[in-house]
């Protein structure tokens, strides 16, 4: 066993020096507090499908002022069936996605519901606010698809933080490798490995890291 740090903390995504204009939180869920309380004088976009998104984090009161797009992100415009599992526990918000799951976590569900939304691309949102951009995608297996419709958007991106899948999580999801060439391509590069989700003792292989990537030079 070993002893690692917490790094989803304000405190640890400051030392890096980022000072992002906008901070955009895609796949927003019940709110991402540790990272807007790294930014507080950025502006803040969330986007989510999910209205209840919005009213989780105004409820929190962080941040307090943001711009809200009840939105699935996509390479193109369009719609989407979004699935929203329940288990004998209740809803899982945190869980939506646009994929079907295949793993062993979609046993525990007694029942998902469904509803068509409406797809954007990122490139289309973000226009709408200049200046630098920190970035940070968990969209349960469809960050592959939103950095497709983002490619305007990571130029302008000092970092960027994305939920990568390392097991096949969900039907039709995006390799890591795909992922990680997308985003070399864009000038950001795998840096830091923030947290990870996986099993535990011998089957403690991660299923899942939220990774971050910088510019190589600032």
């Known amino acids: ?20 204009d906008v901070v955009i939180d895609v796949g927003v869920a019940q709110g991402t507090p540790w990272l807007y309380r790294s930014f507080p004088h950025a502006r803040f976009v969330l986007i989510d499908p999910l209205e209840s998104s919005a009213e989780a984090v105004r409820a929190k009161g962080l941040p307090k002022d943001f711009h809200f797009h009840a939105t699935a992100l996509g390479a193109r415009e369009g719609k989407a069936t979004l ?26 569900y007694i029942r998902t519901e469904q509803s ?7 490139d289309e949102i973000s226009v709408a606010y200049p200046g630098r951009i920190g970035l940070k995608i968990n969209t349960q297996g469809s960050e592959l698809d939103v950095l497709k419709g983002a490619s305007e958007t990571l130029k302008r991106c000092d970092f960027a933080i994305l939920e990568i899948s390392m097991t096949p999580r969900f039907a039709g ?6 992922v990680i060439a997308l985003l070399a391509e864009a000038g950001l590069e795998w840096r830091d490995v923030l947290s990870f989700g996986g099993g535990q003792g011998k089957k403690a292989r991660p299923s899942h890291m939220d990774v971050l990537f910088t510019r190589w030079t600032s």
Request: proline share 10%; charged share 25%.
């Open 116 to 122: 068509y939304v409406n797809v954007r691309p990122l």
């Open 1 to 20: 066993m070993a002893i690692h740090p917490i790094k989803t903390r304000a405190p640890y995504i400051r030392s890096y020096g980022f000072a992002p």
């Open 83 to 108: 699935m929203v599992p329940h288990s004998e526990k209740g809803e899982h918000v945190a869980m939506a996605s646009l994929k079907r799951r295949i793993d062993k976590r979609a046993e525990t």
């Open 173 to 178: 999801v995006g390799l890591p490798s795909e």
